[in-house]
């Protein structure tokens, strides 16, 4: 009903809207008045945490993609190896695992059966199972050997949304929390990204201000085939997320690449006025990847496409090359998935809705596969 949509045309929108206070609420009661995480709920203790050697994290579809952004912050903010695998495939690759291999299983519903299989499989294999998880007492933390759970409410459309954000959230409190634990020599940083985590809801807030050129782009490219969505390191996933989510509910075909990868490959789609959705890192930090995608924007705009440039406030040199500027507030590196992916998941849920389809119920999906 419409009361049940708090006003909101589709579930989508409202859960979009609710972001702030998810990824708020998933923090609460996690750092503590010195600025130090406490995750004693997690019982896997801080003794067995230093005995893992390597990280091996499984998961479906939007949840995936939180963990292909999680591996990127255990691996630098811990130094433990971490693979990242579709459950579907995991479970029937004969997995190299044991006692000191931590497994995280992401789902929001926590009933997804391929994901399920995998952590069973893990656990047969001798290794610890934390869940990270939007639904209490489902059954992938109930067996699981720890849950870490996202607190994102109840979530109906079936394209993930505040689910997802929640979930970087619970990635990144993991990959801090083991940091923490077992003492690397990024310590200040680690501290330095915990305060900035704090406040992260805020800068959320900010892009769901700042939609409304999104929405009128989106409507103009109802009658487009293609999108094409680019990113390098974080903004790589990123970049996947906004293709999946294009995909559930414009069924536009969209494709997500490794900005690197284009030469590769993929630019030999680049054509007269197709669209192109390039997720730009911060130019602070690791500004050799930004100097990077920067020449990336540029070969395929001299090749025709039409260039919309999710990029940080500040960063002037995307300016002459995007068709399209969609500010993000700036945010350290490894955090910036949590407001690069917001535009796109207004961008997909607008275009659907431009192209009369059903947003909150797409085709042939279902929100949580309880099937093989
Ligand atoms: C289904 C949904 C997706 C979701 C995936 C994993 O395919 O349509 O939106 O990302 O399952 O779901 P989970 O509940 O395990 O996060």
Redesign the pocket.
Known sequence: SAAEKGGYDYFMLKEIAEQPKAVADTLLGRIDAAGSLTLDEVRISASELREVDKVVIV??????HAGLIAKYAIEHWTRIPCEVELASEFRYRDPILGPRSLVIA???????MD?LMALRHAREQGSKVLAIC?TNGST?PRESDAVLYTHAGPEVA???TK?FLTQLVACYLVALYLGQVRGTKWGDEISAVIRDLSHISGEVERVLETMEPVRALARSLAGKNTVLFLGRHVGYPVALEGALKLK?LAYMHAEGFAAGELKHGPIALIEEDLPVVVVVPSPRGRSVIHDKIVSNIQEIRARGARTIVIAEEGDEAVVPYADHLIRIPATPTLLQPLVATVPLQVFACELATARGNEVDQPRN?????TVE
């Open positions: 998961a479906c579809g939007t949840a995936f992401i789902s929001q519903s926590g009933e997804t994901t939007n992938i079936v394209a993930s689910a559930e999906l279902a929100k949580s596969v």
